[in-house]
């Protein structure tokens, strides 16, 4: 097996952080560029970033490499950092990202990274990749990881106690949206679509379960809706596996591509899924076969969440399709199988 040495920060992704955890080998060290984020399970090694430089603090891992043939970031800033650590040590690297960069300062990091073979970058989806390589990107150093996601054990009893912390009936209707908070994700279109069904008469309550940087704005929007009560943000007080455990349909009205990893987790988790017609989510859900696909927008978001949620059947079935999708491409041990390839073609595009 090819071993990893791992770099995170205190602002990675949570959604992302849980892919590490998932794939990560036992025994592989895990270290933080700065402060340690916060929702992972595996220890993690906080490394000083001299004047909050993630550059010089990854000249100043080099005794934690180890034997370690690849560093492995999961973040941008992780990334500066481990450009620094793999060219002081001459190991490969690998970049983990959500989905292709949504700005043009990131675009230009990961041009000057990948661009020289300094970096080979993974993402989620062949649109992603697709997208890095219209953007000039060599195609050899960009590979495609399905992301990986499994039911949690124990759900009909988790699925009891969140219910019962929340406070809701067993029969209540209970949505979630549990992509992390970050722009073009989607949340105030669900907020507002929850708000239409409740206008519509139709009794759901929501979940909000993640955490991020547009969190404020987030809760300031689902306040502006007039049904705030029924909006529940659990973050801190259940895990996003957790309340999608508790949940019977999750909802990812996405404006742009985000990231597609919450929707494989809700999708192992057999819940009927509405997500907007973006092509990353076109083709994790096979063209709509394991969810309700819709223009992006409250309006579109909340006619698909309607049919959901009003066809019991419906969501059942579709549940079902996005169980067995699930499990046929994001078991764990298999997508960790398939990183292992990619590490091999990084020290490959390494040595040559």
């Known amino acids: 097996m090819i071993e990893a040495l791992h770099i ?22 895990i270290i933080s560029a700065g402060p340690p984020p916060a929702g992972l399970a595996r220890p993690v090694e906080p490394v000083h970033c001299p004047m909050g430089s993630a550059r010089l603090g990854g000249l100043r891992m080099r005794d934690l490499a180890g034997n370690a043939q690849v560093i492995h970031a999961w973040s941008t800033k992780a990334l500066l950092a481990g450009r620094e650590l793999a060219l002081a040590t001459g190991r490969a690297m690998v970049l983990t990202i959500p989905a292709s960069p949504t700005n043009e300062d ?10 020289p073979g300094l970096v080979n970058v993974v993402v989620p989806t062949d649109f992603a990749r697709r997208q890095l390589i219209a953007a000039q990107l060599p195609g050899r150093f960009c590979h495609v990881l399905p992301p990986a996601a499994r039911p949690m054990a124990g759900a009909n009893e988790v699925r009891k106690k969140v219910r019962e912390g929340l406070g809701l009936a067993e029969d209540a209707k209970l949505l979630v949206a549990p992509d992390p908070f970050v722009r073009h994700a989607g949340h105030e279109n669900a907020s507002w679509s929850h708000a239409i069904l409740q206008h519509a008469s139709l009794d ?9 940087p547009m969190e404020d704005h987030v809760r300031f929007f689902a306040h502006t809706t007039g049904f705030d009560e029924d909006v529940h943000f659990t973050d801190g007080r259940f895990s996003v596996a957790e309340v999608l455990a508790a949940s019977d349909i ?9 990231g597609v990893f919450a929707i494989a987790s809700a ?18 859900t096979g063209a709509g076969q394991a969810a309700v696909l819709a223009e992006p927008g409250p309006r ?13 059947d419906l969501a059942r079935r579709l549940g079902q399709a996005a169980r067995d999708r699930a499990a046929r491409m994001f ?9 292992q390839a990619i590490y091999a073609a990084a020290l490959e595009t390494k040595t040559h």
């Open 8 to 29: 995170v920060d205190d602002l990675a992704r949570p959604d992302v952080l849980e892919q590490l955890d998932l794939l990560a080998g036992a025994g592989e060290r």
């Open 106 to 115: 990131h675009w230009k990091l990961l041009s000057q990274a990948v661009g």
């Open 204 to 212: 759901t309550k929501l979940a909000i379960p993640s955490s991020g």
């Open 250 to 258: 999750a909802v990812f009205p996405q404006t742009r591509g985000v």
């Open 267 to 284: 999708m192992a988790a057999g819940l009927g899924i509405l997500a907007s017609n973006l092509d990353a989510m076109v083709e994790l």
């Open 300 to 312: 579109e978001t909340a006619a698909g969440l309607l049919e959901l949620a009003d066809d019991d």
């Open 331 to 339: 078991d764990p041990p298999d997508v960790a199988k398939k990183l």
